[in-house]
């Protein structure tokens, strides 16, 4: 199952679109294997937030259009700030947010809001999940350190297929 949902991580012709479809795909399959190491919060949609340019244009919404994650619709929300953020599943800093990453990052910290980035040095910043491009593929690198200060739990199946993972699972989480 996890290949066929990470599928899109492979060989890219590298044009900007198809790589940009390929993150959206992927942002929505994080949400697949995210959990919470307590109870989650009550929540009636599963909010996947957009802060800065929103790179991803057209394609989020249209695969989150007919998607749910943990029996809830999947809402796309474009948001002017952190702030704003605080209660998505997911937050996409986008790359235009590079100036304002770490103070994004503080506003976000300790939250249960898993933190994507197609920034470079995103995972340096204290980010969770960074989109990097290795020979022509659209991949990601991940940071537990980040996650672990959470009650957020990335299953093992998505670790496997992270190009890189720092820090350790913390005790209790997913096999």
Known sequence: ???????????????TRAERDVEAEDLLNFGRFLRYADTPPPRSSFDLCI?????????????AARETIGNLPVHVR????????????IVFISASE?????EDLAILAGLDVLTVSDAPNFLDDGGMIQFVHIEKQVRFAVNLNAVN???LVLSSELLRVASSVRGKPAAGDLP
Do not use: N, W
Request: aromatic letters at 4%.
């Open 149 to 151: 200060r959470t009650h």
């Open 1 to 15: 199952m996890l290949a066929a949902c990470f599928a899109g991580s492979g060989f890219t012709q590298a044009t």
């Open 98 to 102: 590079s100036i304002h990453i770490r």
């Open 78 to 89: 474009r948001e002017p700030d952190a702030t704003a953020t605080k209660s998505c599943a």
């Open 51 to 63: 802060l800065g340019q929103d790179v991803l244009d057209k394609s989020i919404d249209e695969l």
